[in-house]
């Protein structure tokens, strides 16, 4: 098969376990831009989240694009126009506050330039905010603050408590809401129907490239959607057990040891 499209999840992916793209990776991935292959970022992230990533992989001169908050939001990297969009239903984000509070969790959301959350900070949130490299800001009055469209909410907390809980939330909120572990200590709410792979199918039409034509590579549960869809399925060798059972091609390298790379050299 001729590839044209290579889609990456960042975190587990992309990035090693420090969080760094390594330079083997980046060259590789730089290259194959050069060579005429789009190249994707598809990410639980908020967009400001990913910039850094794709400035990096040199996105602005190839034209590539981000998937952000895991398909709600994808932006042509390039021009930052927003190409496809859904958001929660207005009241979503503050009855999901009010049962944080009520369970003892975490949750934030996202405007452009920051995190903001009404529930007490916890060593998650501050992750997510270095990760995502924006600040986080507590509002009190997060339900008369969030008067805002909303693409996505992070609840955050010890993964088990996070893993006992989510049952409750998916009966709760499964008319309106999909919702996905992106880490142990993440569970991650966006609009109905809104996966990875729902939003590719836009960029693809968007594109002009046939779903057979593209790899798409992840390590994670909210990577399954894109996984299962793509033409080539790649699950990295750090990848959940789950993701792993439903890839085509499972690679000999994980993160910390340029898997991507191995990716590029056997399909690119």
Request: with cysteine.
């Given at each position: 098969?001729?590839?044209?499209?290579?889609?990456?999840?960042i975190?587990?992916?992309?990035?090693?376990?420090?969080?760094?793209?390594?330079?083997?990776?980046?060259?590789?991935?730089?290259?194959?831009?050069?060579?005429?292959?789009?190249?994707?970022?598809?990410?639980?992230?908020?967009?400001?989240g990913?910039?850094?990533?794709?400035?990096?992989?040199?996105?602005?001169?190839?034209?590539?694009?981000?998937?952000?908050?895991n398909?709600?939001?994808?932006?042509?990297?390039?021009?930052?126009?927003?190409?496809?969009?859904?958001?929660?239903?207005?009241?979503?984000?503050?009855?999901?506050?009010?049962?944080?509070?009520?369970?003892?969790?975490?949750?934030?959301?996202?405007?452009?330039?920051?995190?903001?959350?009404?529930?007490?900070?916890?060593?998650?949130?501050?992750?997510?905010?270095?990760?995502?490299?924006m600040?986080?800001?507590?509002?009190?009055?997060?339900?008369?603050?969030?008067?805002?469209?909303?693409?996505?909410?992070?609840?955050?907390?010890e993964?088990?408590?996070?893993?006992?809980?989510?049952?409750?939330?998916?009966?709760?909120?499964?008319?309106?809401?999909?919702?996905?572990?992106?880490?142990?200590?993440?569970?991650?709410?966006?609009?109905?129907n809104?996966?990875?792979?729902?939003?590719?199918?836009?960029?693809?039409?968007?594109?002009?490239?046939?779903?057979?034509?593209?790899?798409?590579?992840?390590?994670?549960?909210?990577?399954?959607?894109?996984?299962?869809?793509?033409?080539m399925?790649?699950?990295?060798?750090?990848?959940?057990e789950?993701?792993?059972?439903?890839?085509?091609?499972?690679?000999?390298?994980?993160?910390?040891?340029?898997?991507?790379?191995?990716?590029?050299?056997?399909?690119?």
């Amino acid at each position: 098969m001729n590839y044209k499209l290579l889609v990456l999840d960042i975190d587990g992916t992309v990035t090693n376990s420090d969080k760094k793209v390594l330079k083997q990776t980046r060259d590789a991935i730089i290259q194959i831009q050069e060579n005429g292959i789009r190249v994707v970022i598809a990410s639980g992230r908020p967009p400001r989240g990913v910039f850094s990533i794709a400035e990096k992989l040199d996105f602005g001169r190839f034209g590539s694009y981000i998937l952000a908050f895991n398909g709600a939001r994808i932006i042509d990297f390039r021009t930052g126009a927003c190409v496809y969009e859904k958001k929660l239903p207005a009241y979503i984000p503050v009855r999901l506050w009010k049962d944080a509070l009520k369970k003892k969790l975490g949750m934030v959301t996202y405007t452009d330039e920051v995190i903001v959350t009404g529930t007490d900070t916890d060593p998650y949130m501050t992750q997510e905010s270095e990760i995502c490299r924006m600040p986080l800001e507590y509002h009190e009055d997060f339900s008369e603050f969030v008067d805002f469209p909303v693409n996505g909410c992070l609840l955050t907390g010890e993964g088990q408590k996070l893993e006992v809980l989510e049952p409750f939330f998916e009966r709760k909120y499964f008319h309106e809401t999909q919702i996905y572990h992106s880490e142990p200590c993440f569970l991650e709410i966006v609009p109905k129907n809104v996966n990875k792979a729902y939003s590719l199918k836009h960029l693809l039409n968007i594109l002009g490239i046939k779903r057979e034509e593209m790899v798409c590579c992840g390590d994670s549960f909210n990577d399954i959607s894109m996984i299962q869809f793509a033409g080539m399925g790649v699950a990295m060798a750090n990848a959940q057990e789950k993701l792993k059972n439903v890839a085509d091609y499972v690679t000999e390298q994980d993160n910390n040891h340029n898997g991507i790379v191995e990716v590029i050299e056997r399909f690119f």
